[in-house]
């Protein structure tokens, strides 16, 4: 089985639609296997978006995460990756097909209400930043 991590950005909560977000991730078979609530510092905000270190956005997508609390999730499915990254539509909603967690509810590049590995390596990593292997269930 292949994982993936899944954050339920500050505007989604905010707007209090995480429910709404996993509810669609899980109507398309995923299975959850692992939840919680954080608000994360900027120091794992920095890790978790160090791919982006030298783009001029970096510093604006560390401030944004570590704004409020986020909802960090792992799914799994066969092809986890594909199926979350299909779900939520391009990173920009203005872009996202109709229909996507993105296009139906972020509110820009930035704001786009949650984040998915891109990749099942990138996924793996992702998660150990959120996730202890004993706060992952299989059942």
């Keep these: 089985m292949e994982r993936s ?3 339920i950005k500050p505007d989604a909560m905010q707007r209090g639609l995480a429910g ?9 078979g995923l299975k959850l296997v692992a939840i ?3 608000h994360p510092d900027k120091a794992l905000a920095q890790r978790h978006y160090a791919v982006h270190k030298d783009k001029p956005f970096y510093d604006s997508l560390v401030d944004y995460i570590s704004s409020a609390p ?7 499915d066969k092809r986890a ?10 990173t920009d909603p203005a872009k996202s097909e109709k229909g996507t967690i993105r296009s139906d509810f972020g509110l820009d590049i930035e704001r786009n209400t949650v984040h998915g590995s891109d990749s099942a390596a990138t996924a793996e ?4 930043l959120f996730f202890a292997e004993d706060e992952i269930f299989s059942y």
């Design 36 to 38: 919680k609530v954080l």
């Design 125 to 128: 990593e992702e998660i150990k």
């Design 5 to 7: 991590l899944v954050l």
């Design 70 to 76: 986020v909802i960090a999730c792992v799914f799994e």
């Design 81 to 90: 990756v594909e199926v979350i990254r299909k779900a939520m539509g391009a």
């Design 20 to 28: 709404t977000i996993i509810s669609r991730l899980e109507n398309l």
